[in-house]
C-alpha cells in the first residue's frame, strides 16, 4: 500500500532518502527553511512543505516538523541523521500522533542517547568497555570521585557529557590539576549543549583504530551485521574519511567485534539500522563506545560493499516488514572509502565557505563512483548549515584499486567557487601511510603536510577555475 513519508532533514541525506522513498514507490514529501529556497531536496520531493525562517530552528522544531506531517497526512517520518534523528522526544511525539518513526523506539533513542546508560546495558550484557564512570555527583563531591578515577586508572582520561554526540562535549585531562578546574567547564558546556550538565569520565584510549559495524534489526528481534567500517581518519572527533571494510587484518578478530555488535544490539531490544562504535588499542583489545540510533553518514560504505540498500531496508523495517535475509546471505566484497567534500578551507584551519556561488561544478564518473550530494552549477552554499556538500565514495575489488579509483575522482573533481576540501584528500590519497592502511585517530595530528598544496592542484581544475574567473568577470562586466 502507498505510503506518505515526510523527511524532516535537508542536505544530501535528504535527497538519499526521498529517492529510497520513490523507488519503493511511496509518496516522499519534504521540509525546508527558507535558506533553503533553492535545494535541491525539496525540488526532487513529491511534496514540500515550508517550516519556516529558521535557520536551524525550525529543523529542530518537533511541534512544527508533527504538524507539517499531520497537514500533509504522513504515514510516516524518517529524520536522516542530525537535527531531530536522535532525540527520543521527536520518536516520542510521532508514536503519540500516530506516525511511523523510521528508526528505534523512543526508549531505545533515550537509553542509548544516555551515555552512563548505555554504559549501563553494555555491562551487563559483558560488553567490552573502557574503565568508566557512571555520572559525576554534583558539585565538589563529583571534583573528588573524578579525581579519585585518574589515580587509579592514570591520565590521560576523557570528559564526557553524558547526553552528547557527533564529537561534541568531550574534554581530554591529562592531570589532576586540569581535571579540578575542567569538570565545572565540562558541566556548564554540557548545559549549554545538551540541556543537561551530567558529565562521566573514561579512560582514554591512545591512537586507538576506531571501528564500528552497521546493524540491522527487524521487529522479531532478528539482528544481523553488514560488516565493519573503520572511521579512524578523524579531525577534533569529526570523521573525515570513512573505509569499509575495516584494514584489521585480524580476520577472526573483525568477526568477534561484529558479532559482539549484534550481541550489543539485541541487549539494547534495538530495532531497525544503527551503528555500533569500537576502540582498539595498540594490543588488538576492543572495547564498546556508543550505539548510534540512526542512518550514519558513512553507510554509503556499506552498500557498496554489501549490495545492501540500507536506507531502503530501514523504511521496509519501519512498515512492518521482516529482514528478508539473513546473516549468511551478507557477503563482503571488495573495498569502499567514502570522503566528505566540505566547503571549508583546510589551509585556514578548515573554515568554512559558506555564502559563496559555485561558479563551475563538474563531478567525477565512471565504475564504482558514487555521488550523494546537494550541490549545482549557480547555487549558492547557505551559512548557517553544515558545510557537507558532497560525500564521493568509491569502489574496487582490491584496496590498492580502491584507493587508485579515489584518487583519479579527486583529480576530476572540480568546484569553483568555494574553497573545498578536494586537495585536501588529494593530499591524504597520496600518503604513505594512507596507501598501507597504516593509520588511527592520530592520523590528521601527526600529518600536517596534507595541507601543503596549491588550491585546485591539477591542470583541468586550474583551467576550469580560470574559465569560471573569465565568465564571473564577463556576467559582472557592467556591474556599478
Known amino acids: 500500500m502507498k505510503k506518505k513519508i515526510l523527511v524532516a532533514n535537508r542536505g544530501e541525506i535528504a535527497l538519499r532518502i526521498i529517492r529510497a522513498i520513490q523507488e519503493l514507490g511511496h509518496t516522499a514529501v519534504a521540509v525546508y527553511e527558507t535558506p533553503d529556497n533553492d535545494a ?14 529558521g535557520p536551524r530552528a525550525d529543523y529542530l522544531s518537533i511541534e512544527k516538523v508533527i504538524k507539517a506531517a499531520r497537514k500533509v497526512g504522513a504515514d510516516a517520518i524518517h529524520p536522516g541523521y542530525g537535527f531531530l534523528a536522535e532525540n527520543p522526544d521527536f520518536a516520542k511525539a510521532c508514536e503519540e500522533s500516530g506516525i511511523i518513526f523510521i528508526g528505534p523506539s523512543s526508549e531505545v533513542i533515550g537509553n542509548l542517547g544516555d551515555k552512563v546508560m548505555a554504559r549501563k546495558i553494555m555491562a551487563e550484557a559483558n560488553i567490552p568497555m573502557v574503565p568508566g564512570t557512571q555520572n559525576l555527583k554534583a558539585g565538589d563531591e563529583g571534583v573528588d570521585e573524578a579525581v579519585a578515577f585518574g589515580a587509579k586508572y592514570g591520565y590521560p582520561i576523557m570528559l564526557k557529557a553524558t547526553a552528547g554526540g557527533g564529537g561534541r562535549g568531550i574534554r581530554r585531562v591529562e592531570d589532576e590539576a586540569q581535571l579540578r578546574e575542567e569538570v565545572h567547564v565540562a558541566r556548564a558546556e554540557a548545559m549549554a549543549a545538551f540541556n543537561s550538565d551530567n558529565v562521566y569520565i573514561e579512560k582514554v584510549v591512545l591512537t586507538p583504530k576506531h571501528v564500528e559495524v552497521q546493524i540491522l534489526a527487524d521487529a522479531k528481534g532478528n539482528t544481523l551485521h553488514l560488516g565493519s567500517r573503520d572511521c579512524s581518519i578523524q579531525r577534533r572527533n569529526q570523521k573525515l574519511v570513512e573505509i569499509a571494510p575495516s584494514l584489521l587484518k585480524d580476520q577472526a578478530l573483525v568477526d568477534e567485534i561484529c558479532d559482539t555488535a549484534v550481541k550489543a544490539a539485541k541487549a539494547a531490544n534495538y530495532f531497525n539500522a544503527g551503528t555500533v562504535e569500537f576502540l582498539i588499542d595498540k594490543d588488538m583489545n576492543y572495547y564498546f563506545m556508543e550505539i548510534n540510533t540512526r542512518v550514519q553518514v558513512e553507510h554509503t560504505v556499506s552498500e557498496m560493499v554489501t549490495g545492501i540498500d540500507i536506507v531502503r531496508t530501514q523504511i521496509k523495517l519501519a512498515l512492518g516488514k521482516d529482514l528478508a535475509f539473513t546473516q549468511e546471505d551478507v557477503q563482503i566484497r571488495g573495498y569502499a572509502i567514502e570522503v566528505r567534500v566540505n566547503a ?14 559555485v561558479l563551475v561544478y563538474r563531478s567525477p564518473g565512471g565504475y564504482g563512483v558514487r555521488l550523494d550530494g546537494f550541490v549545482y552549477q549557480g547555487y549558492t552554499i547557505p551559512e548557517v548549515y553544515d558545510s557537507l556538500l558532497v560525500k564521493l565514495t568509491v569502489f574496487g575489488f582490491s584496496w590498492n584499486e580502491t584507493v587508485d579509483r579515489l584518487r583519479r575522482c579527486l583529480d576530476n573533481y572540480v568546484i569553483t567557487g568555494p574553497k573545498t576540501t578536494i586537495p585536501y584528500y ?24 596534507l595541507a601543503e598544496y596549491e588550491e585546485q592542484g591539477s591542470e583541468v581544475n586550474k583551467l576550469a577555475r580560470l574559465l569560471a574567473e573569465i565568465h564571473h568577470e564577463q556576467e559582472n562586466k557592467y556591474a556599478i
Open 426 to 449: 588529494l593530499n591524504v590519497v597520496n600518503d604513505p601511510d594512507f596507501q598501507a592502511g597504516d593509520f588511527d585517530t592520530s592520523f590528521i595530528e601527526t600529518h600536517p603536510q
Open 40 to 53: 535541491l531536496h525539496i525540488r526532487v520531493a513529491d511534496e514540500a512543505v515550508w517550516l519556516g525562517d
Open 344 to 357: 571549508e578551507d583546510p589551509q585556514n584551519n578548515f573554515m568554512p565557505e559558506g555564502g559563496k556561488k
